[in-house]
Nanobody
Framework: QVQLVESGGGLVQAGGSLRLSCAASGRIFRINDVGWHRQAPGKQRELVAA???????RYRDSVKGRFTISRDNAKNTVYLQMNSLKPEDTAVYYCNTQVVPEPGWGLYHYWGQGTQVTVSS
């Protein structure tokens, strides 16, 4: 079993910054792709940013140039640095992780519990 703990959310004024963390623990041999998703009230969950095991990244258009995803494999942690925040960034942010628990095993997907980000105007 793998546990994901997200942290770093909070209330910030427009133009401010936050850094989200997603720390994985448990039965982990390797972590492959990791994505940060968000869901605003009444809206579908959407992918915000993703990073592969080879550190290739991609972002949704609305956050390009403002958000940066990165990973620390030694700590099994992925970060989302969010700058120049806008009220429309307000949502619950979730990380989704692909984990190989043991050598030769397949991929298992896990979701974190979510962390609230609120941007006031």
């Amino acid at each position: 079993q793998v546990q994901l703990v997200e942290s770093g959310g909070g209330l910030v004024q427009a133009g401010g910054s936050l850094r989200l963390s997603c720390a994985a623990s448990g039965r982990i041999f390797r972590i492959n792709d990791v994505g940060w998703h968000r869901q605003a009230p009444g809206k579908q969950r959407e992918l915000v940013a993703a990073i592969t095991s080879s550190d290739s990244t991609r972002y949704r258009d609305s956050v390009k140039g403002r958000f940066t995803i990165s990973r620390d494999n030694a700590k099994n942690t992925v970060y989302l640095q969010m700058n120049s925040l806008k009220p429309e960034d307000t949502a619950v942010y979730y990380c989704n992780t692909q984990v190989v628990p043991e050598p030769g095993w397949g991929l298992y997907h896990y979701w974190g519990q979510g962390t609230q980000v609120t941007v006031s105007s």
